[in-house]
């Protein structure tokens, strides 16, 4: 408002100065100055309505799942597109920290502009019984992304992470079949990591609030094999302008995945993932 109000104030002085010395020979100056300041003017509340569209938002979608799927790769090749803004780290509100209340949520997520879509990763909403409800009281349009895979393979690699943490804190875990299988030979139900891999149990769960058009169901299986054609349905999904191509991913031969590129720099995921 000063800076509005001193060239308003300078406005006016420097045309007093002007028809103050009566002469015609000033006209074209005077045409260049107010030009001049009438673009200052436009610059200046182009700069205002940007700092006011610069804010935190709720999420427009949410990767809800699944653990050991490929949340972190999706996570990481979005975050690629320059309108997508992805909170760091994981999140999880609707699961553990819903009591911390919306004020808290919305603090967690980054600055975006109205053009860009806020993003969260938080791979336990998928199983937990809550969250579909939890979403939707937030915002019944939220998008709502899930990476699946082969279940049995996300069940190994579930496992697996478990067990080379603890073995690395020195803990005991037990052996894969004591817990995958129980004493009769049946699939443990009760082990969390074989009801992660029942995906329709807990999809009728999200599909009592979210008709199914507002979920995609990313194959992580593709996702690895190759990258493109399912960013580009996500793309599509999310409904921003399209910008991934064949160049934004590379394959490594020494990890035997593809990696990720963007304009000099490129990244590879952890060996942990």
């Known amino acids: 408002v000063s800076f509005i109000y001193f060239q308003h104030t300078h406005y006016r002085w420097c045309v007093a100065g002007f028809y103050g010395t009566g002469g015609t020979q000033n006209n074209s100056k005077f045409q260049r100055l107010h030009g001049l300041m009438r673009q200052a003017e ?6 205002l309505d940007s700092v006011s569209n610069y804010t935190r ?21 979005l975050d690629m597109h320059p309108d997508v803004v992805t909170a760091k780290p994981e999140v999880h509100f609707f699961d553990e920290n819903y009591t911390r209340g919306l004020h808290w949520y919305l603090q967690q997520m980054p600055y975006s502009y109205t053009h860009q879509i806020t993003m969260e990763k938080s791979p336990k909403y998928f199983i937990t019984k809550e969250c579909p409800q939890r979403i939707y009281s937030m915002n019944r349009t939220v998008k709502i992304l899930l990476i699946v895979r082969d279940p049995v393979d996300r069940l190994i690699s579930d496992y697996t992470q478990v067990s080379e943490t603890k073995r690395q804190r020195g803990k005991f875990h037990e052996v894969f079949e004591t817990m995958a299988f129980d004493e009769w030979g049946n699939v443990n139900g009760n082990y969390r990591a074989v009801r992660t891999s029942i995906y329709s149990k807990h999809m009728s769960d999200w599909l009592a609030y979210f008709p199914l058009p507002q979920i995609h169901v990313i194959d992580g299986d593709a996702l690895v094999r190759n990258p493109l054609p399912e960013i580009k349905r996500v793309e599509k999904f999310l409904e921003l302008k399209s910008w991934f191509t064949e160049d934004n991913f590379y394959y490594n031969s020494t990890r035997g995945f593809y990696c990720l590129r963007k304009d000099a720099s490129s990244r590879c995921l952890s060996e942990s993932k």
């Open 42 to 47: 436009i610059d200046h509340s182009n700069s």
């Open 57 to 77: 938002r709720y999420p427009q979608a949410i990767i809800i799942g699944v653990r050991k799927a490929g949340t972190r790769a999706l996570l990481a090749i």
